[in-house]
């Protein structure tokens, strides 16, 4: 074999810092020696895997198309060190949830898995579907769990479970003795929002076509809590998951506004690489989700 797992660690740490000094320090190596194990990697192969750019090393065409293989690679490596010296094919997984998914469903699934397999280590990564999509795609993760829709060559996108957006408001709002929202009652209110990049965002937007311009949008949070807060506050009205706001109508603090004529349907999905490999914690976490919530 004409290279080591060492300059394919050396590759894709400089693939991901663009800068090989980062890279080595992230290795915890000399700069010297992971310029040198990348140098002797190439020549190897008679290839050039970035663009010098200054400081900058930039993937070129073939390093991309390189990336994925020597990722997979590198995990199935890991994987087997685990079993050698656990029997056990579970390790480190690292998933990224949207924030809807990841308040009110990852915790749970999370905390199951980790009863089914307490030598796994698990890390969780909250974020718009925007940041996790990235995410995956730059190999820092090894799966999402998404409440936007996504089109991209490079990601695997399964759908999982239904979803459904409910607008709602304070139980003091003149809103809440309505049993129906129309068009006039929407645009007649102000609106706490997610913000733009977020799935929950991206499925109000569809369903508000033909007045979405119209809208009178007070607040744009990042928080489903915050949005909540704001709404129970009297400030105006909001959109979220039915997920999240199972317990604030149980307990009465807010009040769902149905707007039937309006489509809040959606899926949750899981994304993944094309490339990445699917080891036995990947596979377990999805037979898992599918099997809490479907």
């Known amino acids: 074999m004409k ?104 915790v749970h699934i999370m905390s199951r898995f980790l009863q089914d397999k307490p030598e796994a280590r698990v890390e969780l990564d909250v974020a718009n579907t925007a940041s996790i999509a990235r995410k995956v795609k730059n190999f820092e993760l090894d799966l999402g769990l998404i409440e936007g829709e996504l089109s991209d060559p490079e990601l ?62 007070l607040l744009e949070l990042q928080h489903t809590e915050a949005i909540k807060r704001a709404v129970e506050a009297g400030l105006g009205i909001g959109c979220l998951s039915r997920v999240a706001l199972k317990e604030a109508f149980a307990r009465g603090s807010l009040v769902p506004l149905p707007m039937p004529h309006r489509n809040l349907q959606r899926e949750f999905y899981f994304i993944l690489h094309r490339q990445k490999y699917r080891n036995n914690s990947i596979d377990a976490w999805l037979a898992l989700c599918r099997e809490l919530f479907h």
Not at 31 to 37: I, L, N, V
Not at 79 to 102: P, Y
Not at 166 to 193: M, S, T
């Open 156 to 217: 695997e996108i399964i759908p999982w479970m239904r979803d459904e957006l409910i607008a709602f408001c304070a139980p003091e709002h003149p809103y809440a003795g309505k049993k129906r929202l129309n068009d006039r009652d929407i645009l007649k209110v102000q609106w706490i929002l997610r913000e733009q990049g977020s799935g929950t965002r991206q499925t109000f937007d569809w369903a508000m076509h033909g007045i979405l311009p119209q809208l009178n949008v």
């Open 3 to 106: 290279y080591s797992l060492r300059q394919l660690q050396v590759f894709l740490a400089t693939a991901h810092f663009q800068n090989i000094s980062k890279a080595a320090n992230s290795l915890a190596m000399s700069q010297s020696a992971a310029s040198s194990a990348l140098s002797e990697l190439e020549t190897q192969f008679d290839i050039k895997l970035f663009d010098r750019i200054g400081k900058r090393l930039q993937l070129n065409a073939l390093g991309h198309a390189l990336r994925g293989q020597a990722e997979a690679l590198l995990r199935q490596a890991e994987d087997l060190e685990i079993a050698l010296q656990q029997h056990s094919a579970v390790g480190h997984l690292k998933v990224g949830a949207t924030l809807t998914i990841g308040n009110y469903l990852a």
